[in-house]
Structures are given as C-alpha cells and as structure tokens.
C-alpha cells in the first residue's frame, strides 16, 4: 500500500515562501514518477509541478515557472515543492501524487493520469 503524507503548508503574505513535503512509503520511491497538483475552491485539480522518478526531468504549469521548483531526494523517500513570491492565487488545497515509472511522463499531466495520493495540505496566501 503506497502512502504519501505532504506536510509544510500554512499561512503566508504575499511574497513569502514556503516548502511542501510530501514523505512516501510502501513503494520502491524510485519507481514512482512524482506530482504536486493543487485544488481550489469551486475550480477543478490542477497539476502544478511533476518529476521524473529518477529527478532528471521535471514539468511545471506556466504559472508557477520561475517561481515553484520540484525536486526528490530519493535516499529520504520524499518530493518537495519550494514554493517563491508566493500570489493569493496559488491559494488552495495542494496534493501529492504519484504514480509508476512504467507509465509516460511527457509533462505535469491531468489527475487521472496518477494512482497515489496524499490527503492534502492547505496553502493561503493573503495580500
């Protein structure tokens, strides 16, 4: 049974940072590629940031480029999403996800395209 338990979100101003986490268990973490999607209120999941299960290749939404970076330590079993000069638009509930390195990863990719998930953390962003 594959875990994934993101920690990290909160409360911020308007061009603070902060960092998810997001610590995988019950899989080979290396095997996974990896995905941060975020939800908010009244709009649908949208991917955010995914990587590669070897860390090599990473996507990212126009929105966050430049600005969030994804990134795995696989000897810690754990992704990160660094998350800078955060908007009140990247308000919402953000969401690990993964799924087998024997499926395609050619971008972020839709929520159908990932079998594991985490419960979600909040992040609020205020001006």
């Known amino acids: 049974q594959v875990q994934l338990v993101e920690s990290g979100g909160g409360l911020v101003q308007a061009g603070d940072s902060l960092r998810l986490s997001c610590a995988v268990s019950?899989?080979?973490?290396?095997?996974?590629?990896m995905a941060w999607f975020r939800q908010s209120q009244g709009k649908e999941r949208e991917s955010v940031a995914a990587i590669s299960g070897s860390g090599s290749r990473s996507y990212y939404i126009d929105s966050v480029k430049g600005r969030f970076t994804i990134s795995r330590d696989n000897a810690k079993n754990t992704v990160y999403l660094q998350m800078n000069t955060l908007e009140p638009e990247d308000t919402a509930v953000y969401y690990c996800?993964?799924?087998?390195?024997?499926?395609?990863?050619?971008?972020?990719?839709?929520?159908?395209?990932?079998?594991?998930w985490g419960q979600g953390i909040r992040v609020a962003v205020s001006s």
């Open positions: 996800a993964a799924k087998s390195v024997r499926q395609y990863f050619t971008g972020t990719g839709y929520p159908r395209d990932y079998d594991y």
């Open positions: 019950g899989r080979t973490f290396s095997n996974l590629h």
